[in-house]
């Protein structure tokens, strides 16, 4: 197996999409959420999210800086600040803002990918913060194109809840 190719593949094809599906928002929506339910973001709030839920934690993975401040312990994080309620996460103040930090998250994925390198990939065993299974890294990395890609779809689901004319076709990018 190839790493390096199927991580690019997955990195070119899951944002290329994101960005497309980003088109479809308009600001005025930013602060849209499913009506029913808890714990829900807001447009603005995936849209950030979004924009680094894949070269953050890729760069995280391959270089150790996962951006946190030096005082925390990254194996003693505290669970408030993994995974804080929706209400506290941030967001954008545009889409057109949004498209910029997605195309510079895109660009450190690409840049952590070189970096690392095809043996690193296959060899190196990583852990993450949250998770203390040991995977090899080119994997650490898969699952974070994964990331993307669940909260692409969440994206398309938003999309469709508004009533916009999304369809498989918008999922997939084809």
Same mark, same amino acid.
């Given at each position: 197996?190839?790493?390096?190719? $199927?991580?690019? %593949?997955?990195?070119? &094809?899951?944002?290329?999409?994101? @960005?497309? $599906?980003?088109? /479809?928002?308009?600001?005025?929506? $930013? ?9 829900? #973001? ?7 999210? #979004? ?12 270089? %150790?800086?996962?951006?946190?401040? +030096? ?9 408030? #600040? #993994?995974? +804080?309620?929706?209400? =506290?996460?941030p967001t954008?103040s545009s889409?057109? *803002?949004?498209?910029a930090m ?8 690409? @840049? /952590?990918?070189?970096?690392?390198? *095809?043996?690193?990939? !296959?060899?190196?065993?990583? =852990? ?5 299974? *040991? ?5 650490? $990395?898969?699952? /974070? ?6 909260? =692409?779809?969440?994206?398309? &689901? ?11 076709? !918008?999922?997939?990018?084809?």
């Amino acid at each position: 197996m190839n790493w390096t190719t $199927l991580l690019r %593949g997955g990195i070119e &094809y899951n944002y290329a999409v994101a @960005e497309r $599906l980003m088109d /479809m928002v308009s600001d005025s929506e $930013l602060g849209w959420k499913p009506a029913t339910g808890s714990n829900w #973001m807001t447009v603005g709030q995936l849209l950030h999210h #979004m924009t680094d839920a894949c070269g953050m934690c890729c760069k995280g993975f391959v270089t %150790g800086d996962w951006g946190f401040p +030096p005082d925390i312990d990254i194996n003693n994080i505290p669970p408030e #600040m #993994m995974l +804080p309620p929706a209400e =506290k996460l941030p967001t954008v103040s545009s889409v057109a *803002e949004a498209k910029a930090m997605l195309a510079a998250d895109k660009k450190t994925a690409l @840049e /952590m990918l070189t970096l690392a390198g *095809e043996e690193r990939l !296959d060899k190196e065993i990583s =852990k993450a913060p949250w998770d203390t299974e *040991e995977l090899p890294l080119g994997q650490r $990395l898969l699952e /974070m194109v994964g990331h993307l890609k669940q909260h =692409k779809g969440q994206l398309f &689901y938003y999309l469709k809840l508004q009533g916009k004319p999304v369809n498989t076709n !918008d999922l997939y990018g084809a």
